[in-house]
């Protein structure tokens, strides 16, 4: 699910066209597939994701075959609970946290409605 994500990807900017590589990924342990490290490595996006401990065992028992440590930024990640806490708040639409529509482009349009929706409640609540 992550890869076909990155693909539709876009981050915009103050003018031109949206870039399609961020400068970061943030991720929780989920995250640090082999394959998915792979994919941020050969496009130069660096990857803020812990290693869980049972790959570090695997990449321990394999001695020096098994590769240098996973670098984090653990300052960087720390910054993951803002959207944490932006899922939280998304999951509280009863439609969105049960996964209700059947079609993904539903689904997809509620998620967006929703931020709007927050978006729009951020900017009237600033004085």
């Known amino acids: 699910?992550?890869?076909?994500?990155?693909n539709l990807l876009r981050v915009g900017r103050m003018r031109g066209r949206p870039r399609t590589r961020p400068d970061r990924v943030r991720g929780d342990k989920a995250y640090s597939s082999r394959a998915i490290r792979t994919?941020?490595?050969?496009?130069?996006?660096?990857?803020?994701?812990?290693?869980?401990?049972?790959q570090k065992g695997h990449r321990k028992r394999r001695g020096s075959r098994g590769?240098?440590?996973?670098?984090?930024d653990a300052c960087?990640?720390?910054n993951r609970s803002i959207i944490e806490r932006r899922f939280c708040h998304t999951k509280q639409w009863r439609g969105l946290a049960t996964r209700y529509d059947k079609h993904a482009l539903n689904y997809?349009?509620?998620?967006?409605?929703?931020?709007?929706?927050?978006?729009?409640k951020e900017l009237s609540d600033t004085p």
Do not use: C, Q, T
């Open 1 to 6: 699910m992550f890869l076909p994500l990155m």
């Open 39 to 54: 994919h941020l490595r050969s496009r130069g996006i660096k990857a803020v994701i812990p290693e869980p401990d049972d």
């Open 67 to 72: 590769g240098r440590p996973v670098s984090l």
């Open 76 to 78: 960087d990640y720390k």
């Open 108 to 120: 997809r349009a509620a998620v967006v409605l929703n931020g709007v929706i927050a978006w729009s």
